[in-house]
């Protein structure tokens, strides 16, 4: 007889809520969110979590400006493998090789695509004085190309090689990563001899070039020189003053050296014979390729989009359009080329097709971060908001209906939890368990259901001395009965009103938790989103980092709190005559 | 293509796991348990936060169970090295100047340190490595010690009881329109000692001002133990040696250091040398800071003083400290670090640590002179005009400006509130400053190192073989890349490259191989099942 | 019981609360919170190193000698040394919360005094365009997490359009060094404006609201329809009559915010590096420093419970049915 009247006041707020415009609004927004948080795989267009990065064939040419500044400019990629190395034919044009095969010619025409028969990584291209390109690759691969074509020459190991050089029409010297020298002879059938490092220690050489007397000069990891002399057939330890890994070196034909590496360390030699000399550059991150002219000026080009030229007294860092891993440089008659990219991340880009709302600091996707954002929104509002309602209700009901010693005890509880702030209570929970879900969860409930209990207690202080009420008592109902039967569903509106309110509350807390740094770990929260905002200096610039999660809190809690307006009317009807 | 390649490696490890498998008595082994990998939380240090999650990635690759805990920095502190309840823990050293003699970071590994609450949590332990750590703590010829020095780096390196992950470059900027001659020191960046006496004003205003994230704990020499504390007192403080730009000992309050045998150490100081209130500083007052310092225990300072026995002033500016035991690195870290203090206004303190802020006598002789605190805001100095190196500063003042976070701090520097940063920029601002014309930015080489420290005592980690293998599986040069955008290193030792006098170039280096890690866990007695999961 | 009686047992309550909390805390940071010296290993402090360190914080007693003591100060008003400013925490707490309250306090007046008129006047335009455009703005504010707001304010005033200051209190060079010279001066309201206007927003919605829909349940009493029939004016009965009487819940709820506000608004405090108690609590939380985070949760605790006191005793005089048993 009892349940129908239960049922009659959950229809109620429907009903009224069915009734107001901007309750629908708050109703199909929420929906919509709700759909959007469990059909998030479904919706995100990449992985929230993976640092999305791209590997692409680059090129950027040295332009002039009107104004006479240097911009090295970017041009149409020529493909999606990294170019790894590059040579002048002494003509104005020469050859790139890259990953995955790539290889292609640089003449009066532009770029040609001539492509190599296997997908194996290309380290190093030479051009040999009679135009012969010699091509070395990763697992022993060594090819000559002649015209347009190859001709694949065995290797004794599948070892990773590095570099190669010529050091006159029919020999070239090829080193590899685990300190390889070979020697290539072309003059009848192609023979491959192996010289002997006289280090022995495994070490890469990561580079090669012949020096200006005619030996052979390769530098690599821990600043490890080798100088290979042609005449005796021998190599020998060389210094060039540094233990840092060196990955370019190039050497003019009148004898001016100059070897990068790890750390942005540059050295330089100025004649054949002169002692190797450290510059400051200003920046230390890797260079990988260097060039450098007979009148001593040089470039060197790094990773991320470094360039980098010598104007005579220092090393200057140049304007680049690109923040790309540079690995070659071209100087093919006046055209300079810097050449890369091997994969690099695609942090804070703008929004774009590929990246709806652009990428963070690590490149990764944000609307795939902010669709992920609501579960965890909603997750905290409604379970938060469930737990609060199922603490505060009861907890405000008997204190209310038994008053006394009951409602001492039970209020002055609420009274010491309304002492309690919020953000440092969480932070001690976090500090005492781990930060987690449930810490979260926990933190916003604690602390709210004493409002609950509050509003609660002081409407069952009214009803309980109401007629019917004591009517019931009169009749014989037990305290239970009364308390859940008779006055409970008195306080229904009230309860559906707070849990309403309270779920807009959670959801808020939550954020302000995650904006705090103490959110759950390895989940994705929209609190969370625009703390790595902050914390990752780039939101007053990336405007597609910060705008949407918030609107996002702002559009959740706002439909629920109008949805909770529209439950006030059943909560105080006296509210409903006026309107 | 990452996907594809991850597949295609984990079929190929299936299959040759069957192989090896039907082989073996690999149905005997069981799973090898799951470990965890402590680091901090994203809010405290997202470069150390997300190096645990790529790790994690090629540890499972080989087959391994990890799970990945992020910890509040107190707690992950108490925890590794209080509880030493861990299994590999990633946290890191700062490189303060003091640092750059190899004595403390390579004390990190004595096994005498391994007691809860030591330097050596992970528990290593190599008689070897021990017997030559005590032999270069007593070297006193500079170049045998360094023969020393690098032989404890090849010693502990192919153990692997650690793993370098990187040396992090502090990315910091100052306006080059309000200050020139800034120099960045490693380890410290432009806020070094030297910073302020070096820095020439450009335009109207001659008062340096810093900008830091953070305030000192307090001014108090005696209590005060944070870095930001001492590195703002040290410019009111003298001391008898200070460490140059370069790092290299120079005479400061001393003239003449005389080291008259292993123990005993005669110095003598400046003549004419005043303190801020007028009074002169005598052989008496270094005497007195010393005993004094030693007497009241005080801490911070308790590892540089611990090989000191007393000093006593042989005359009016002539002192000799009496070692207890031969110290190698005595003469210029605890030299350069311990500030001299008025005699006649601290004698009579008796408990110098509860002295309430305005009783503490902020009374120094260095080139500055304390001028005010406000807390939370800031902090301020003036020249010393009469100072013996006041010829050499260029600027009228100090100001230490104090805000909440580095965001503040930025736009601090952006709208030219302050000349500098204190501490290194987030990743994001440092394209912002490079792209404004007024800023500078320095890029500074740290010997400071982050680290995975492995729990020696827990299995599997026990095992240096394992270790070994695990640390060929971490991908350090992505960390570096992605993590750090380049601006860093991989590290091989816990002595970095930029520490060039003493790091060892010839250490083992374990390159990112997969392959390679997967042959040395086959080699150290693993196989996995059918799954893919690693059995022992 | 009379009123007297049940004014000297309320307090006593509240008394009895602060008791708690403060008993609470005492435990709940010496068993929950990291060891105070833990830090100081990455400042290469041995064991027995740290030990000394201990003791010079009283942490070598045993626990209820540590615990009496705390109690036997904070009764005198002593909460001791801040372990880690090496000062005494109250001097910490009354300039911190000084800072927070200036920013809260002229924050809720605001609002509140923007928001009663306007919650007034859309009683009186109820079911207007207007009501529903000042309905959806004091929910959409309330809505929007107050770090975001503050974030979007920086990024417009601060940086996009550049006259507005974005943190701190004062430019360099302080010129005023007392607290109440200090936030007198031009440049500390300039500094306090875009703060003050993000907390205001936020809690604008609540006296709208309230005041809107106390003053529709006003207009149906009738001492409204009185003065209807008595041929008095809409407006006059609107702010004469309906609005002195729906003033108390307002009043109430002000009583109870302004409470709440002496936690301050961390995140603001952080968004704005505003010197305030809030983020002074989290560092002292975080760097295990026992006496000022005891202290900066006692205060914060005594402020609310106060005011609920007070708000508690207004209503009993209120509403009759509410017996004092």
Not at chain 1, 43 to 55: F, I, K, M, R
Not at chain 1, 519 to 538: D, K
Not at chain 2, 251 to 270: F, H, Q, S
Not at chain 2, 424 to 429: D, F, L, T, V
């Amino acid at each position: 007889m009892m349940i129908p009247s239960y049922i009659k006041s959950a229809a109620k707020p429907l009903r009224l809520v069915l009734s107001d415009r901007l309750a629908v609004i708050g109703l199909a927004v929420l929906s919509v969110i709700i759909a959007m948080a469990l059909a998030a795989p479904l919706l995100s267009t990449h992985d929230p979590n993976v640092v999305n990065e791209v590997e692409d064939a680059s090129v950027l040419t040295r332009q002039l400006g009107e104004d006479g500044a240097v911009l090295w400019t970017l041009e149409p990629s020529l493909g999606e493998y990294a170019i790894q190395a590059a040579d002048e034919d002494g003509a104005g044009g020469g050859i790139a090789v890259g990953r995955h095969g790539s290889v292609f010619r640089y003449g009066p025409d532009g770029w040609i695509n001539i492509g190599f028969d296997t997908d194996v990584d290309l380290n190093s291209v030479a051009i040999g004085p009679d135009g012969r390109a010699l091509v070395v690759g990763a697992n022993g691969t060594i090819a000559v190309l002649t015209g347009n074509d190859w001709t694949k020459v065995d290797a004794p190991s599948p070892a990773e090689l590095r570099a190669v050089a010529w050091i006159d029409a029919e020999t070239a010297l090829i080193v590899g990563a685990t300190e390889e020298i070979w020697l290539a002879d072309f003059t009848s059938a192609p023979i491959i001899t192996e010289i002997k490092s006289p280090v022995g220690r495994g070490f890469a050489l990561n580079a090669v070039q012949r020096d200006a007397d005619g030996t052979m000069l390769a530098v690599g990891a821990r600043g490890l020189a080798i100088r290979y002399d042609p005449a005796k057939k021998q190599a020998a330890i060389d210094r060039l003053g540094t233990q840092r890994e060196m990955n370019g070196l190039h050497i003019s034909p009148n004898g001016h050296a100059l070897a990068v590496g790890e750390r942005g360390v540059a050295v330089r030699r100025a004649a054949m014979g002169e002692r190797w000399v450290e510059e400051e550059t200003p920046d230390t991150r890797a260079l990988r390729a260097g060039w450098v002219g007979d009148n001593g000026s040089a470039i060197a080009v790094g990773r991320n989009g470094i360039i980098i030229e010598h104007d005579g007294a220092a090393w200057q860092r140049m304007p680049a359009e690109s923040e790309r891993h540079f690995r070659a440089l071209l100087v093919a008659g006046d055209t300079l080329i810097a050449l890369g990219s091997d994969r690099f991340v695609n942090r804070l880009a703008a929004p774009s097709s590929a990246h709806w709302f652009g990428t963070d600091h690590l490149g990764r996707d944000l609307f795939s971060q902010n669709v992920y954002g609501s579960r965890i929104a909603l997750l905290v509002g409604f379970l938060g908001a469930l737990l609060v309602m199922l603490i505060g209700t009861n907890v405000g009901l008997v204190a209310g209906y038994f008053r006394g010693r009951t409602e001492t005890v039970l209020m002055r509880t609420v009274d010491v939890m309304y002492g309690i702030p919020f953000e440092p209570f969480a932070l001690i929970l976090v500090l005492l368990f781990e930060p987690s879900l449930t810490i979260v969860i926990l933190a916003v409930s604690l602390l709210t259901w004493r409002t609950v209990a509050r509003l609660i207690r002081s409407q069952v202080l009214s009803l309980r001395e109401r007629p019917f009420v004591k009517a019931a008592r009169v009749a014989g109902a037990s305290d239970l009965r009364i308390m859940y039967l008779h006055i409970f569903p008195n306080v229904m509106p009230l309860v559906f009103l707070e849990l309403a309110i309270i779920v807009g509350v959670s959801i808020i807390a939550e954020a302000t938790l995650s904006f705090l740094g103490l959110g759950p770990p390895q989940s994705i929260s929209w609190g969370g989103i625009l703390h790595n905002a902050r914390l990752s200096g780039a939101w007053r610039t990336a405007w597609w980092w910060n705008l949407p999660p918030g609107f996002f809190i702002m559009t959740t809690v706002l439909s629920v709190f109008f949805i909770s307006r529209s439950l006030e009317l059943i909560a105080n009807p006296r509210l409903r005559a006026r309107q | 293509m990452k996907a594809c390649t991850r597949r295609l490696g984990y079929s190929l490890l299936v299959s040759t796991a069957l192989a090896f498998g039907a082989a073996s008595v690999a149905s005997a082994q069981e799973r090898v348990p799951a470990v965890t990998i402590g680091t901090t939380t994203e809010a405290y240090d997202p470069i150390r936060y997300e190096a645990a999650f790529i790790i994690a990635e090629k540890w499972r690759e080989l087959g391994l169970e990890v799970n990945i805990q992020p910890t509040e920095f107190s707690t992950l502190l108490g925890k590794f090295y209080d509880e030493q309840d861990f299994d590999a823990t990633i946290i890191g050293w700062s490189g303060r100047v003091d640092r750059l003699d190899p004595q403390f970071f390579l004390g990190t590994l004595d096994s005498r340190q391994s007691a809860p609450g030591g330097n050596n949590p992970g528990g290593y332990n190599n008689a070897k490595y021990d017997e030559l750590f005590t032999a270069q703590s007593q070297e006193f010829d500079v170049e045998k010690r360094r023969d020393l020095v690098h032989q404890l780096q090849e010693v502990y390196t192919p153990d692997a009881p650690l793993t370098v992950l990187f040396y992090r470059d502090e990315v910091v900027a100052y306006n080059n329109t309000a200050f020139d001659g800034m120099n960045a020191m490693a380890g410290e960046g432009l806020y070094s000692e030297w910073g302020p006496m070096q820095a020439k004003p450009l335009g109207e205003r001659k008062t340096l001002r810093i900008g830091g994230p953070q305030e000192p704990d307090n001014l108090n020499p005696l209590a005060s133990t944070s870095v930001w504390g001492w590195k703002w007192m040290r410019l009111y403080y003298d001391r008898l040696v200070r460490l140059s730009p370069e790092v290299e000992p120079v005479l400061w309050a001393a003239t003449a250091i005389n080291a008259v045998d292993e123990k005993t150490i005669d110095v003598t100081l400046r003549e004419g040398m005043t303190f801020h209130d007028g009074k002169p500083l005598t052989a008496e007052d270094v005497a007195f800071t010393y005993n004094y310092y030693k007497e009241k225990k005080f801490a911070y300072f308790g590892a540089y003083l611990a090989p000191l026995d007393n000093v006593e002033a042989t005359g009016d500016l002539t002192l000799r400290f009496n070692l207890s035991q031969p110290s190698a690195s005595f003469a210029n870290i605890a030299l350069s670090q311990i500030p001299i203090l008025p005699k006649h206004l601290w004698e009579g303190i008796d408990n110098p640590g509860e002295l309430t802020p305005e009783a503490i006598p902020m009374v120094g002789s260095g080139p500055f002179v304390h001028k005010g605190y406000s807390r939370g805001e800031i902090m301020s100095l003036s020249k010393n005009d009469t100072h013996f190196h006041a010829d050499d500063i260029a600027v009228d003042g100090v100001e230490f400006v104090i805000y909440a976070d580095m965001e503040g701090v930025f736009t601090g520097l952006q709208t030219a509130a302050i000349d500098m940063t204190a501490w290194r920029m987030e990743a994001g601002q440092i394209p912002l400053a490079e792209k404004q014309e007024n800023l500078t930015v320095v890029s500074v080489p740290d010997f400071g190192y982050y680290h995975l420290t492995f729990n020696t005592r827990r299995d599997p980690f026990g095992d240096a073989a394992t270790r070994r293998a695990l640390t060929m599986a971490m991908d350090r040069e992505r960390m570096v890349n992605v993590l750090l955008d380049g601006r860093g290193e991989v590290g091989h030792s816990i002595i970095a490259p930029v520490n060039a006098f003493w790091s060892n170039p010839f250490v083992e280096q374990f390159e990112f191989d997969m392959d390679a890690a997967r042959a040395a866990l086959k080699d150290a007695g693993y196989s996995w099942d059918a799954e893919g999961r690693l059995l022992k | 019981m009379n009123r007297r009686n049940y004014l000297i047992r309320r307090a006593l309550q509240a008394l009895a609360s602060l008791f708690v909390i403060a008993t609470l805390l005492f435990f709940l940071f010496r068993w929950g919170l990291p060891d105070p010296t833990t830090a100081l290993v990455a400042d290469g402090l041995s064991p027995e190193q740290r030990e000394l360190v201990r003791q010079s914080f009283g942490l070598d007693q045993p626990l209820w000698r540590q615990y009496l003591l705390f109690l036997q100060n904070a009764v005198q008003g002593d909460f001791g040394f801040s372990f880690h400013y090496r000062a005494p925490v109250a001097d910490i707490i009354w300039e911190r919360l000084g800072n927070t309250m200036v920013l809260m306090v002229t924050a809720i007046l605001v609002a509140y005094i923007i928001g009663v008129p306007l919650g007034a006047w859309l009683s009186w335009r109820r079911g207007t365009r207007a009501d529903t455009v000042g309905i959806f703005a004091g929910l959409m504010f309330r809505s929007a997490p107050m770090f975001w707001t503050g974030m979007i304010g920086i990024l417009v005033f601060g940086v996009m359009l550049g006259f507005l200051p974005t943190s701190g209190m004062r430019t360099l060079p302080y010129e005023a060094s007392g607290f109440f010279d200090k936030i007198t001066t031009v440049d500390f309201l300039w500094h306090l404006t875009l703060p003050t206007i993000v907390v205001a927003l936020y809690y604008l919605g609540s006296p709208l609201l309230i005041m809107r829909n106390t003053m529709l349940e006003v207009y149906g009493e009738d001492f409204i329809e009185m003065a209807r029939a008595k041929g008095l004016p809409e407006r006059t009965i609107l702010y004469k009559h309906a609005a002195r009487n729906a003033l108390l819940p307002v009043v109430t709820q002000l009583a109870v915010t302004i409470g709440l506000a002496a936690g301050g608004q961390v995140v603001v405090e952080v968004v704005f590096s505003w010197p305030g108690l809030g983020r002074e609590i989290l560092n002292a939380v975080r760097t295990s420093d026992f006496p000022l985070a005891q202290a900066s949760f006692l205060v914060m605790a005594a402020f609310v419970i106060t005011l609920n006191l007070l708000v508690d005793i207004f209503y009993s005089t209120l509403d009759p049915r509410v017996s004092f048993k």
